[in-house]
T-cell receptor
Framework: LAKTTQPISMDSYEGQEVNITCSHN???????ITWYQQFPSQGPRFIIQ???TKVTNEVASLFIPADRKSSTLSLPRVSLSDTAVYYC???????????FGAGTRLFVKA | SQTIHQWPATLVQPVGSPLSLECTVE??????LYWYRQAAGRGLQLLFY??????ISSEVPQNLSASRPQDRQFILSSKKLLLSDSGFYLC?????????????FGEGSWLTVV
């Protein structure tokens, strides 16, 4: 399993763009990169998933460089409701274990 | 569509009492199932995972156990709870087909051992 490293916490202000980077130096060829968001007293929920280059959906963008040893979750124009813990997960098909890292606590201030 | 339910949502149990948390998944077959625990303000700790009926893998030695009596049912149990068992317990499932490896979580169960 590829181990991931993320910043423990980040602060931002409403309306700013937030970029959270995750390092995964030993990512395997068939591993995908998935990001989750967790609010207090709730289970994590899927945000975005990618394999290489850039993926964008209605919530976020995911940037993955050519070597795939890191990835960056980009949240455009955050609001107070984006205050949450964000987890980066790396794994592929057939990997039954799904282990979450410590995540990044994002605090969005008014 | 697929749904996952777990219950009870909250419970307060005395030390030494038994525990049973249940989780069911609907709308899919042969899912991978997981139990996680999250202490207050901490990360997710994988406790058990299962790839099929009766197949349980334990990640952390403890006084908890898990069982999968049916394809879409996952149960977390304890014979005697400890104070350290308090936390937020999450059941999850994952479809392991093709490149789909997204994991989906239940609503969670808050356990307070007193």
């Amino acid at each position: 399993l590829a181990k991931t490293t993320q910043p423990i916490s980040m602060d931002s202000y409403e309306g700013q763009e937030v970029n959270i980077t995750c390092s995964h130096n030993n990512i395997a060829t068939n591993d995908y990169i998935t990001w989750y968001q967790q609010f207090p007293s709730q289970g994590p929920r899927f945000i975005i998933q990618g394999y290489k280059t850039k993926v964008t959906n209605e919530v976020a963008s995911l940037f993955i460089p050519a070597d795939r040893k890191s990835s960056t979750l980009s949240l455009p124009r955050v609001s107070l409701s984006d205050t949450a813990v964000y987890y980066c997960l790396v794994g592929g098909t057939g990997g039954f274990k799904t282990i979450f890292g410590a995540g990044t606590r994002l605090f969005v201030k008014a | 569509s697929q749904t996952i339910h777990q219950w009870p949502a909250t419970l307060v149990q005395p030390v030494g009492s038994p525990l049973s948390l249940e989780c069911t998944v609907e709308g899919t077959s042969n899912p991978n199932l997981y139990w996680y625990r999250q202490a207050a303000g901490r990360g997710l700790q994988l406790l058990f995972y299962s790839v099929g009926i009766g197949q349980i893998s334990s990640e952390v030695p403890q006084n908890l156990s898990a069982s999968r009596p049916q394809d879409r049912q996952f149960i977390l149990s304890s014979k005697k709870l400890l104070l350290s068992d308090s936390g937020f317990y999450l059941c999850a499932w994952r479809r392991d087909r093709g490149f789909e490896n997204t994991i989906y979580f239940g609503e969670g169960s808050w356990l307070t051992v007193v």
